[in-house]
């Protein structure tokens, strides 16, 4: 039976990841909805909205996802990393609809040296580590039918984003410092939005346990933000010459993990999925901004 899936935050880099991998077939039809028509912050219009229409999967890509503008406005981040996944968890339960919903490694203080795993615990540094784990919270304490994916350093081809940024810095300067000491998993959006597309078409679905609906998933292999751009910038012939620096140097409004790599052993043997390589993927998704 065809189903119909409700894509939110559409306009944003994984929403737009999945409208460029998903295909018409006959067993889904999406809806695709951003802040104009489908506002998290605007709960009489998101009841409305499922109230006209028939969902049986929503795709939660909406975030607030300005890490250093959160410090400044908390409650509008909270709206939409917290209240909205609470409406939108309620609304999944009481009409039976699966819900996705992406989370962050930003719940975690960074502490670590080794691959975080779903159940460790949990200690925000940031506005937007904080009110994206209430999300989860509130998303596991009403625990419609779904699962949760935290994923890491997202970047792609569309909107704004470090890849975007720095192969603009790159070009402009003549030199760039970046920070050596976070060290982390790139993800490539398309990836992530086809893992998702399997997901969403695999059995696993049916059978998961509702108490453990968190997964980790992000590129294969692991690297600091000056490693990345090292290779971006190899991969592009850009001669800009890339110093390793100290995030005590580069002040941010927000504090970040200096270790937030993932384990993602969980959603590899659930999903039989295989995330790629972090390199071959920044060559995919160069590919894709040429064209
Ligand atoms: N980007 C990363 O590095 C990263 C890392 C880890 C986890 N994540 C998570 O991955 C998910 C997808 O991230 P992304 O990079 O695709 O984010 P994104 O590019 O910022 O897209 C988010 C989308 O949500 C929309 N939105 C914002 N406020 C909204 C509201 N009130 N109602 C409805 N839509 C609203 C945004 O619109 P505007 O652009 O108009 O605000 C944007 O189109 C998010 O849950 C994010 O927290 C991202």
Redesign the pocket.
């Known amino acids: 039976m065809n189903k119909t899936i409700l894509v939110?935050?559409?306009?944003?880099?994984?929403?737009?990841?999945i409208q460029a991998l998903e295909k018409d077939d006959s067993l889904f039809t999406f809806i695709y909805?951003?802040?104009d028509e489908?506002?998290?912050?605007?709960a009489a219009m998101v009841d409305t909205f499922f109230e006209k229409k028939h969902i049986d999967i929503i795709i939660?890509?909406?975030?607030?996802?300005?890490v250093d503008k959160a410090e400044l406005e908390p409650k509008l981040a909270d709206?939409?990393?917290h209240l909205?996944v609470k409406q939108l968890a309620t609304i999944a339960k009481q009409k039976n609809i699966f819900l996705i919903?992406?989370?962050?490694?930003?719940v975690f203080n960074g502490h670590h040296f080794q691959p975080y795993l779903e159940t460790d615990a949990v200690d925000p540094q940031s506005v937007?580590g904080m009110t994206?784990l209430r999300g989860e919270q509130v998303f596991q304490k009403i625990a419609p039918k779904g699962i949760i994916i935290?994923?890491?350093?997202?970047?792609?081809e569309?909107?704004?984003?470090?890849v975007k940024t720095m192969l603009r810095l790159g070009k402009e300067k003549e030199r760039l410092g970046v920070v050596f000491d976070q060290i982390g998993s790139p993800?490539y959006?398309g990836d992530?939005a086809k893992v998702i597309l399997d997901i969403i078409q695999s059995n696993a679905i049916q059978s998961l346990p509702i108490s453990t609906p968190i997964y980790h998933y992000s590129n294969e292999g692991v690297c600091s933000w000056y490693d990345f751009t090292q290779h971006l910038f190899a991969m592009n012939q850009i001669t800009c010459q890339v110093t390793p620096i100290e995030t005590k140097d580069y002040p941010t409004a927000a504090q970040r993990p200096f270790y937030s790599v993932m384990n993602k052993a969980k959603i590899k043997l659930h999903f039989k999925c295989t995330p790629p390589y972090w390199q071959d993927s920044l060559a995919l998704c160069l590919r894709n901004l040429q064209e």
Do not use: E, M
């Open positions: 939110t935050g559409a306009k944003g880099q994984l929403g737009r990841s909805v951003d802040i489908f506002n998290l912050c605007n939660n890509c909406a975030a607030y996802t300005a709206a939409i990393n909205a919903h992406i989370s962050t490694d930003y937007y994206k935290r994923t890491s350093w997202v970047y792609s569309f909107g704004h984003n470090f993800t959006a992530l």
